[in-house]
């Protein structure tokens, strides 16, 4: 996102010179893993192995034990995974699939492209922003084949409560774990809750790629091989396709990428912990912030920090005005953008999704961010609030 210039009279409000402070800082990651991903690099060009190579297949194990699944199949990229997850349980035309309102339109994207239809729930209102269970069970059907809850900007969702509703229809759990990577609820970790689990590298992520990847993981030995076929052209081996598949595979390079961040991935997300507590405490006189709730039995990993402010829209410009690249996670719920019109749906039919996405904000938030960029933050934010 482009920010504007910043204005004189926020700098002087906030008595210092203005200084950017991204949302995410990719720079600063990469400097840490820059030599082992150029080394890896160099023997991927080496043996020319740019599909396939022996690091895929390396890094697919890893993140397995990592994520504690049996498999984990890499694929082009988190909606790819998703996709290929519900297709290789058998859900096509005529099936219903219960997705939250409050996530990124990729999670219903998928779900079309896999030919099913998404029918969504609201979230909770309990501070997380998780899918509401209560919401779920009112949205079953006979014809409910997924249940596809979202791990949402760092913690899990309740999976546990919403397998007996799956239970009900013969429904699949495949989680959206693509925010989560490293979380834990109770005594699993993200991606190992239901009967299927997809997850995005996209850079941004807590483990990201230098492009676009994803994966998908399952404890199923056939449901791993069907999703493994589905991804490469519907191929076990070489020109004899069993089924209609899609070009989606791990690359090498990435993987290299992929492996080199995950060594680090737990000290990364125990520094956006540690951020998150400042954040916490920074903010814990501010009335008119509502900040994050963790809910109870989650180890979060903060892949963002989302708070409800008042007039966020000018908020966030005073933001941007000062070099604050604060985001928003999201402006505009699933039905009411314009791709899933033909849903049906009206505005209010999900009133605790659509209040939020007027009042959330994301402010900066990674591995590297110091003490001193997070109370610039908050200065900034507490001038804007009091301004507006």
Request: include cysteine; aromatic fraction near 6%; charged fraction near 20%.
């Amino acid at each position: 996102m482009r920010h504007p210039a910043p204005t004189a009279e926020l700098a002087g409000r906030v008595g210092e010179a203005v200084t950017s402070i991204p949302l995410v800082d990719l720079a600063a990651q990469h400097a840490a893993v820059a030599e082992e991903i150029a080394e890896g690099w160099r023997q991927v060009l080496a043996r020319t192995s740019f599909i396939a190579g022996p690091q895929v297949a390396a890094f697919e194990s890893e993140y397995a034990a990592f994520a504690g699944t049996r498999h984990c199949v890499g694929v082009g990229n988190g909606t790819d995974a998703i996709e290929i997850a519900l297709r290789a349980l058998g859900v096509g035309a005529g099936d219903e699939c219960i997705v939250p309102a409050n996530t990124f339109i990729a999670t219903a994207e998928a779900v079309c492209r896999a030919g099913a239809t998404p029918v969504l729930a609201d979230c909770a209102d309990d501070g997380t922003y998780l899918i509401d269970t209560d919401a779920v069970e009112a949205a079953l059907t006979p014809r409910t084949r997924a249940i596809i809850p979202v791990h949402l900007y760092g913690q899990a969702a309740p999976v546990e409560r919403l397998l007996p509703l799956a239970a009900k229809t013969g429904a699949w759990i495949v989680e959206d774990a693509a925010q989560a990577q490293g979380a834990r609820r109770g005594d699993k970790s993200a991606g190992a809750l239901g009967h299927v689990a997809a997850t995005s590298f996209y850079p941004g992520k807590n483990l990201g790629a230098y492009g676009d990847a994803g994966a998908a993981l399952t404890e199923s030995d056939d449901l791993a091989a069907r999703m493994r076929t589905i991804g490469d052209h519907g191929s076990r081996q070489k020109y004899e396709h069993e089924v209609l598949g899609l070009n989606s595979r791990l690359d090498t390079l990435q993987a290299v990428v992929l492996s080199a961040k995950l060594r680090r991935l737990a000290e990364w997300n125990e520094a956006r912990r540690a951020a998150a507590r400042r954040y916490d405490v920074l903010l814990s006189s501010a009335e008119e912030v509502i900040r994050p709730r963790v809910l109870d039995g989650n180890e979060h990993v903060w892949h963002l920090y989302v708070v409800r402010v008042p007039d966020r829209d000018q908020v966030i410009k005073e933001l941007h005005a000062a070099g604050i690249g604060a985001g928003i996670h999201y402006p505009v719920p699933i039905h009411l953008t314009s791709a899933f019109a033909r849903l049906g749906y009206a505005e209010g039919a999900f009133p605790v999704t659509e209040q939020a996405a007027q009042e959330i904000l994301s402010l900066p938030l990674f591995p590297e961010i110091s003490p001193a960029q997070q109370e610039r933050v908050v200065s900034v934010l507490m001038a804007a609030i009091q301004h507006t």
